[in-house]
Every structure is written in C-alpha cells, then in structure tokens.
C-alpha cells in the first residue's frame, strides 16, 4: 500500500515535465465521545502547519491501512484504538502533491489523549467544525459530519 503511481492530468497542452504523479496515502481517526468528536492541531513545521485536523497520518511502505492509523495515533496522541469501519475516502490535489485520505470511525481503548506529536488537541461538537480552520482535503468530510447529529 502506501504510494501508487497514476497518470497526471495534463494541465497544459504543451509536453508535461513527467506523465506519473505520486498519490499519498493518509488515514485519520474519526474519534467520538459524548457527543464530541476529537480534532487536533498541526504543527508549526510541517506542510498546513497550525491547521486542524483529524489525528492519523501517511501510510508507510509496507503498512496496511489499519497498522498506520493505529500507529499513527499512538504516536500523536498516545492512546490505542479500535478501528471499526471506513467512513469516508475522498481525493485532493495540492500544488506539490495528491493525497487519498481515509477516515476510520475508531474508539479509544486504552489512555487519554495527550498531545504529544501535534500543537493540541480539542473535543468539539460536529457543528462547531465549521469555527476551525481545516486543510481543503477535509472539506467534504467536514461537512458530512456537521449534518450529523450521533
């Protein structure tokens, strides 16, 4: 898994710099508690620093999706978890890069969540996700989750 290989839109009809693009893999939790849902804060020195987000990461060579995201969270927050099932896939091309991201409605099993990998962390309501400032790949799922009333 991790990175695949696709053929890139032309954006100019004059001879593209190369015909493959690489796609990123990325999962990311969707973690409920009384009626909140858990969204942390990006870094300062990473791409889309202090934006929001919801906590996961890229999938490594060799990762299944799952292994990733239970890693990921591990390392970000500190805590386990149990994926239960995919919630939402969409597609995002930025200037430098395309991701596919994969949301997981997951639960935390063991521990807290701390901030350890990410600048902080909040539990929100789902119509409050509109009040923080997310990457434009997370749009769709933003507002999936904002008519949603679990």
């Known amino acids: 898994m991790g990175t695949i290989q696709r053929p890139v839109r032309p954006h100019c009809l004059i001879s593209p710099i190369s015909s493959l693009e690489v796609v990123i893999d990325v999962v990311a939790a969707v973690i409920r508690r009384d009626g909140k849902i858990l969204i942390t804060q990006r870094l300062d020195d990473v791409d889309l620093a202090r934006l929001w987000e919801f906590p996961?990461?890229?999938?490594?060579a060799g990762e299944s999706f799952e292994v990733a995201?239970?890693?990921?969270?591990?390392?970000e927050l500190g805590v386990e978890i149990r994926i239960h099932e995919e919630f939402f896939t969409?597609?995002?091309?930025?200037?430098?890069?395309s991701v596919r991201l994969h949301f997981y409605v997951c639960t935390i099993l063991r521990g807290e969540p701390a901030p350890l990998a990410v600048a902080d962390l909040r539990w929100i309501r789902p119509d409050e996700l509109w009040n923080f400032e997310f990457p434009p790949a997370d749009a769709d799922l933003i507002a999936r989750l904002a008519r949603d009333v679990r």
Request: proline share 0%; net charge negative; aromatic share 4%.
């Open 69 to 75: 995201l239970q890693r990921e969270i591990l390392e």
């Open 56 to 60: 996961g990461g890229k999938v490594e």
């Open 90 to 97: 969409t597609e995002h091309d930025y200037i430098t890069k």
